[in-house]
């Protein structure tokens, strides 16, 4: 499903958010030991001071990714290029994500110390919350832009040091048009056996339409 990162001013009503989370909590996990949990971010005091930083960390970290993956350069300096589309849709949601109207805060108890796989128990149920969404009539992304405020959201949020927090998701009501996603071909991701060697029935359905991936050449 795609990433949808434009709402409607409109809340997302309890039961939403309850069949999306409910979606989520049916995903598997590593050992079956179900140590995921969900902070739920609509309205209220809290939620809105936890948003409102999220939104400030965001701004840091996309100005520092415009400027190294080059978005005002070369092609970006057009205004209907890919590349100043992706820059123009960042600085939106960015600019609003303080006001999403929710914002979920996956997370992992751990049983150990880090490993670079804990993410295999967390990001299943983030996939499964995005379709139910989808299927529900609401979207969302999967982001990272509470790490440069982490210190200050798991102080105010009261989320132990045992807890890996795995994620930024904001949902709501997509506004505007959002059309069919598009990725590369099919033979770009599947390999036949052994590195490299595309089988020849990884063909994309007739009339798929394809886009680059990464960021933007400069």
């Known amino acids: ?22 979606a989520a909590s049916r995903a598997p996990t590593g050992s079956n030991r179900q140590q995921f949990r969900m902070i739920v971010l ?7 001071q936890a948003k409102h930083l999220i939104a400030k960390g965001a701004q840091r ?19 209907d290029s890919p590349k100043a589309r992706m820059a123009r849709s960042m600085e939106t949601y960015v600019d609003s994500l303080g006001d999403v109207p929710a914002l979920i805060l996956p997370t992992l108890i751990r049983h150990r110390e880090p ?8 990001y299943p149920a983030m996939q499964n919350l995005l379709l139910a969404a989808r299927g529900l009539g609401y979207g969302g992304v999967v982001t990272m832009w509470h790490a440069a405020v982490e210190p200050q959201l798991r102080a105010l949020l009261q989320i132990p040091d045992d807890v890996f927090l795995a994620a930024t998701v ?3 009501k997509p506004a505007g048009n959002h059309g069919p996603v598009r990725r590369r071909p099919l033979d770009h ?14 063909v994309d359905p007739p009339g798929t339409r394809h886009t680059s991936a990464g ?3 400069r």
């Open 1 to 22: 499903t795609r990433s949808i990162r434009r709402y409607a001013d409109e809340p997302v009503p309890e039961s939403v958010l309850r069949d999306i989370c409910f």
């Open 189 to 202: 991701f599947v390999y036949d056996g052994v590195w490299g060697q595309s089988p020849a029935w990884a």
């Open 42 to 48: 609509t309205d209220g005091d809290i939620a809105q």
């Open 215 to 217: 960021p933007p050449r």
């Open 115 to 122: 490993t670079s796989t804990e993410g295999a128990s967390v």
């Open 61 to 79: 970290l996309w100005s520092a990714k415009r400027r190294n993956d080059g978005y005002d350069e070369g092609s970006g300096i057009t205004d």
């Open 170 to 172: 904001t949902l709501g």
